[in-house]
């Protein structure tokens, strides 16, 4: 037996979707129902664990065997479901799921299967929700089933065994995406995929007693807010928006065509009725609270106070960087309060009156501590290390500007650099106290949405319009910096001619970046510095309406979701690369760090959060900056730089 190809169905009555993996499992409730197996590819098998059968022994002699190699889609599950009550360690399974992602394909078996065009007998089945709905939820007691809480299979016998033929024919797709996927997983990216697992399944410790005193307050708030907004406006449920909408063109006789955060302000500046205006500062207010996050923590935490499965690796498809799940922690409020320590002792006591005295806003308090809700155990503390504009940094490599890797080696001020290029200004006049000091608002937001092709439009996207700058302004600004930064610009257009000749020719092109584009008839693979590789599949060069060509590839549309063609061009090719190569710095920054014993507990986007002994004199905040800033073998002359803190709670420094 070289291989094992599984799938399972398990009962919990812990809701995975809101609670995680972790907890769901660790539910004293929790039961494997249906184990479904292939050995070395040959027939499945079906083991009714819920009615009693057993799995054979040498099957589960195999699941600890280190020389018999596990397959599942989105393996994390099934082996940590498995590891409950066998011997199967992480290090011996292969997810058919991260290879998908690897290859370019979506997630979930389904939309895999279909985007690979397998045939029906390989395709997931649809009946699937229906049943696992039936036998793997709680159900609710009623009359006509008895006050029974949870479905087993004689109550239904015939649904069973259409559930056992789902579970078999799951690892007959599964069989059928493995074999279809174009490329195996690399072996580096199946280590950084183990170390994944042991961060997500180690957790991170969550303060209870400051969840639950922002619930409290929340709570107490959102009822006085309601209910002053109730008494102003006489509405049964002033919260809701088609209600409010009908009452403020009623006040103010104006048609109201959204009461989203942007447009609140400009009607509490020109409604020009005080009551209208303070039920909609009101409303303000009470957007301002973000205790979503608070409750999943709180549904989320298992019983030795720490919240896991907080990473998807290889969430963001087409880069390779991870997505956040449950608390989200990649989209965390940004904390500005001067003393937090205060702030969390009231909000910890559930001290809504001390909160408003020292603060004023209680809801924007609660969301700036939301970060802070991450704790490391006692007597240790965070050492938080981040890479500093790693973006800005990696661009600047790749395409070689000489004048921004010479910032970088030197004094790192980016943006007042791009000012100085940008407007002939030197750089030293660009400072706190002199007038040329506004053109650093000029350098930065350049700086932020230009170095992918960007025009206007993305700077006004980044909020050129907030930061005092005129509309008519924007293109100068546009022009200037593309002028200063000639070899980006021509990075741009190099990706993608290259990649349109390698489309439609099949020619195969590298740069001295490292950067290599070849073509097969699937796919368009760009290799990336570090031997890690990029797939577009399906692609095609199409004339466009003005007669220029345009690249075209299936891939998963962000907005619709969808698998379906999808446009790209020399920016966005740039971008992609960019932010793929600067995921592969912290990946190499990780592998040294999991090596070195340091215990990481999260990451978010370029930064790491490690949980390390307070006296611990080998696991220090220097020596992890130190690795950050320590390039990779392959990029070469890459000018990394990091910065760092230690804290009590998790925070933005």
Same mark, same amino acid.
């Given at each position: 037996m070289n291989c094992l190809s599984i799938d399972i169905e398990t009962y919990s009555s812990v809701d995975i979707s809101k609670a995680g993996l972790y907890k769901y499992v660790q539910s004293f409730d929790f039961a494997i129902l249906l184990f479904a197996y292939s050995v070395d590819g040959g027939p499945v098998q079906i083991v009714d664990l819920a009615q009693g059968e057993e799995i054979p022994p040498d099957i589960i002699a195999a699941l600890g065997d280190i020389n018999v190699t596990k397959y599942a889609y989105n393996a994390a599950f099934e082996q940590y479901c498995l590891s409950k009550y066998y011997t199967t360690p992480i290090y011996q399974w292969r997810c058919t799921m991260v290879q998908g992602l690897y290859c370019g394909y979506p997630a979930g078996l389904s939309a895999v299967g279909e985007a690979l065009g397998l045939s029906e007998d390989k395709r997931k089945l649809t009946t699937g929700k229906a049943l696992i709905r039936y036998f793997c939820v709680p159900c609710k007691p009623t009359k006509t089933n008895g006050g029974r809480t949870r479905n087993l299979p004689h109550h239904e016998p015939e649904k069973w065994e259409l559930f056992k033929e789902y579970c078999k024919q799951d690892v007959v797709t599964e069989m059928a995406v493995k074999k279809h996927l174009h490329h195996e997983l690399p072996i580096s990216e199946q280590m950084? &995929? $183990?170390?994944?697992?042991? $961060? =997500?399944s180690g957790g991170v410790r969550v303060d209870v007693d400051l969840i639950q005193g922002a619930l409290s307050i929340d709570e107490e708030i959102t009822t006085e807010l309601t209910d002053r907004a109730r008494a102003i406006t006489g509405l049964d449920n002033p919260n809701s928006i088609p209600q409010l909408k009908q009452w403020v063109e009623d006040q103010t006789g104006t048609p109201v065509d959204s009461l989203n955060?942007? @447009? /609140?302000?400009q009607i509490?500046?020109?409604?020009?009725?005080?009551?209208?205006?303070? !039920? /909609?500062?009101?409303?303000?207010?009470?957007?301002?609270?973000? !205790?979503?996050?608070y409750r999943t923590m709180n549904t989320? !935490?298992?019983?030795?106070?720490? !919240?896991?499965?907080?990473?998807?690796?290889?969430?963001?498809?087409?880069?390779?960087? &991870?997505?956040?799940?449950l608390v989200q922690v990649q989209n965390l409020p940004r904390n500005y309060l001067e003393t937090l320590d205060i702030a969390r002792s009231l909000v910890k006591a559930g001290n809504t009156e001390g909160v408003k005295m020292l603060y004023g806003t209680v809801p924007d308090t609660i969301s700036q501590l939301i970060r802070t809700a991450f704790i490391p155990e006692d007597n240790h503390h965070f050492l938080v290390a981040d890479f500093s504009a790693i973006e800005a940094r990696v661009i600047a490599w790749l395409a070689q500007e000489h004048w921004r890797l010479d910032v970088f080696n030197t004094h790192g001020k980016i943006y007042e650099a791009s000012a100085s290029a940008m407007f002939g200004v030197p750089v030293e006049r660009i400072?706190?106290?002199?007038?040329?000091?506004?053109?650093?608002?000029k350098g930065k937001v350049a700086e932020l949405a230009l170095g992918y092709q960007g025009a206007a439009g993305a700077l006004i996207n980044m909020g050129a319009l907030n930061m005092g700058l005129s509309e008519e302004e924007l293109p100068d600004i546009v022009q200037? &910096?593309?002028?200063? =930064?000639?070899?980006?610009? @021509?990075?741009w257009y190099t990706l993608e001619n290259m990649a349109l000749h390698c489309i439609e020719y099949g020619e195969s092109n590298a740069l001295p970046s490292g950067i290599a584009m070849t073509r097969d008839e699937k796919t368009l693979t760009v290799t990336l510095p570090s031997g890690r590789q990029l797939f577009y599949i399906e692609p095609r060069v199409v004339l466009g309406d003005n007669g220029r060509k345009q690249i075209w590839y299936y891939g998963t549309n962000q907005t619709t979701r969808k698998w379906e063609l999808i446009q790209t061009y020399g920016g966005k090719l740039t971008e992609n690369i960019v932010q793929a190569v600067a995921r592969d710095c912290l990946a190499y920054s990780m592998h040294i760090l999991y090596k070195a014993g340091y215990k990481m507990v999260m990451h978010i986007h370029d930064e790491v959060v490690?949980?390390?002994?307070?006296?611990?004199?080998?696991?220090?905040?220097? =020596?992890? $900056?130190?690795?950050?800033?320590t390039p990779a073998p392959w990029a070469k002359g890459l000018p990394l730089n990091a910065d760092g803190f230690t804290t009590n709670y998790y925070k933005k420094d």
């Amino acid at each position: 037996m070289n291989c094992l190809s599984i799938d399972i169905e398990t009962y919990s009555s812990v809701d995975i979707s809101k609670a995680g993996l972790y907890k769901y499992v660790q539910s004293f409730d929790f039961a494997i129902l249906l184990f479904a197996y292939s050995v070395d590819g040959g027939p499945v098998q079906i083991v009714d664990l819920a009615q009693g059968e057993e799995i054979p022994p040498d099957i589960i002699a195999a699941l600890g065997d280190i020389n018999v190699t596990k397959y599942a889609y989105n393996a994390a599950f099934e082996q940590y479901c498995l590891s409950k009550y066998y011997t199967t360690p992480i290090y011996q399974w292969r997810c058919t799921m991260v290879q998908g992602l690897y290859c370019g394909y979506p997630a979930g078996l389904s939309a895999v299967g279909e985007a690979l065009g397998l045939s029906e007998d390989k395709r997931k089945l649809t009946t699937g929700k229906a049943l696992i709905r039936y036998f793997c939820v709680p159900c609710k007691p009623t009359k006509t089933n008895g006050g029974r809480t949870r479905n087993l299979p004689h109550h239904e016998p015939e649904k069973w065994e259409l559930f056992k033929e789902y579970c078999k024919q799951d690892v007959v797709t599964e069989m059928a995406v493995k074999k279809h996927l174009h490329h195996e997983l690399p072996i580096s990216e199946q280590m950084l &995929w $183990i170390i994944d697992q042991h $961060i =997500n399944s180690g957790g991170v410790r969550v303060d209870v007693d400051l969840i639950q005193g922002a619930l409290s307050i929340d709570e107490e708030i959102t009822t006085e807010l309601t209910d002053r907004a109730r008494a102003i406006t006489g509405l049964d449920n002033p919260n809701s928006i088609p209600q409010l909408k009908q009452w403020v063109e009623d006040q103010t006789g104006t048609p109201v065509d959204s009461l989203n955060k942007a @447009d /609140l302000q400009q009607i509490i500046d020109t409604c020009g009725d005080p009551a209208v205006a303070s !039920v /909609l500062k009101i409303r303000q207010e009470l957007g301002k609270t973000s !205790v979503a996050k608070y409750r999943t923590m709180n549904t989320a !935490v298992c019983t030795d106070g720490r !919240v896991r499965g907080l990473l998807q690796f290889y969430g963001a498809n087409r880069t390779g960087r &991870w997505a956040g799940r449950l608390v989200q922690v990649q989209n965390l409020p940004r904390n500005y309060l001067e003393t937090l320590d205060i702030a969390r002792s009231l909000v910890k006591a559930g001290n809504t009156e001390g909160v408003k005295m020292l603060y004023g806003t209680v809801p924007d308090t609660i969301s700036q501590l939301i970060r802070t809700a991450f704790i490391p155990e006692d007597n240790h503390h965070f050492l938080v290390a981040d890479f500093s504009a790693i973006e800005a940094r990696v661009i600047a490599w790749l395409a070689q500007e000489h004048w921004r890797l010479d910032v970088f080696n030197t004094h790192g001020k980016i943006y007042e650099a791009s000012a100085s290029a940008m407007f002939g200004v030197p750089v030293e006049r660009i400072a706190k106290g002199n007038p040329e000091y506004a053109l650093r608002a000029k350098g930065k937001v350049a700086e932020l949405a230009l170095g992918y092709q960007g025009a206007a439009g993305a700077l006004i996207n980044m909020g050129a319009l907030n930061m005092g700058l005129s509309e008519e302004e924007l293109p100068d600004i546009v022009q200037r &910096w593309r002028s200063s =930064n000639k070899r980006i610009v @021509d990075m741009w257009y190099t990706l993608e001619n290259m990649a349109l000749h390698c489309i439609e020719y099949g020619e195969s092109n590298a740069l001295p970046s490292g950067i290599a584009m070849t073509r097969d008839e699937k796919t368009l693979t760009v290799t990336l510095p570090s031997g890690r590789q990029l797939f577009y599949i399906e692609p095609r060069v199409v004339l466009g309406d003005n007669g220029r060509k345009q690249i075209w590839y299936y891939g998963t549309n962000q907005t619709t979701r969808k698998w379906e063609l999808i446009q790209t061009y020399g920016g966005k090719l740039t971008e992609n690369i960019v932010q793929a190569v600067a995921r592969d710095c912290l990946a190499y920054s990780m592998h040294i760090l999991y090596k070195a014993g340091y215990k990481m507990v999260m990451h978010i986007h370029d930064e790491v959060v490690i949980e390390a002994p307070l006296a611990d004199p080998t696991h220090t905040l220097d =020596n992890a $900056i130190s690795v950050m800033c320590t390039p990779a073998p392959w990029a070469k002359g890459l000018p990394l730089n990091a910065d760092g803190f230690t804290t009590n709670y998790y925070k933005k420094d």
